[in-house]
């Protein structure tokens, strides 16, 4: 039973049978019997878990792999600073060594980049302001009925609660 069925049957129910919204164990009882809702929230549930298993073992994994690019970077960079440190002990201009895999050369350090220590004494004109909204502060100001040029209230979504047994 597709959950689109369910819906027509929940409806037709609740049409039939009006003084059901008044009566909670009565119309959990009627759901039970005269609908198939039980079992496609049942699938759905068990859908639902799976599918977060799933996404946890991948986040999971994810973080496995993270460490180990991480370490396989710390790898390359020392074996850069190993081949650089064997070119640098050539002579100038012999630098440079051409094999099958590929060419390695050495070079000198440039000019160097730009290192701030303390931002608080950088001074004006050498750093840019980054402009971001108050999404709080607009939102209380839509609530309360102001205009806010540019912003809109936007209606939240209905949700359910899951709780595991």
Do not use: C, W
């Not at 009565?26 to 799976?50: A, P, Q």
């Amino acid at each position: 039973m597709q959950p689109n069925e369910v819906k027509t049957q929940i409806t037709r129910l609740l049409n039939e049978h009006p003084e059901l919204a008044e009566d909670g164990e009565l119309l959990h009882d009627m759901l039970e019997g005269e609908t198939e809702v039980m079992v496609v929230v049942k699938r759905l549930l068990e859908l639902y878990n799976e599918d977060r298993m799933l996404v946890a073992g991948i986040k999971t994994r994810k973080q496995e792999l993270t460490k180990r690019a991480e370490r396989l970077e710390f790898r390359m960079e020392n074996t850069k600073a190993t081949m650089r440190d064997l070119l640098k002990l050539l002579p100038d201009g012999q630098r440079v060594l051409r094999l099958a895999e590929g060419t390695v050369s050495y070079r000198k350090a440039g000019e160097g980049s730009t290192f701030i220590y303390d931002l608080d004494q950088i001074p004006q004109g050498f750093f840019r302001t980054k402009r971001e909204p108050l999404l709080t502060e607009i939102g209380t100001a839509l609530k309360a009925g102001q205009e806010v040029p540019g912003a809109q209230l936007m209606p939240g979504k209905d949700g359910i609660t899951i709780r595991q047994a």
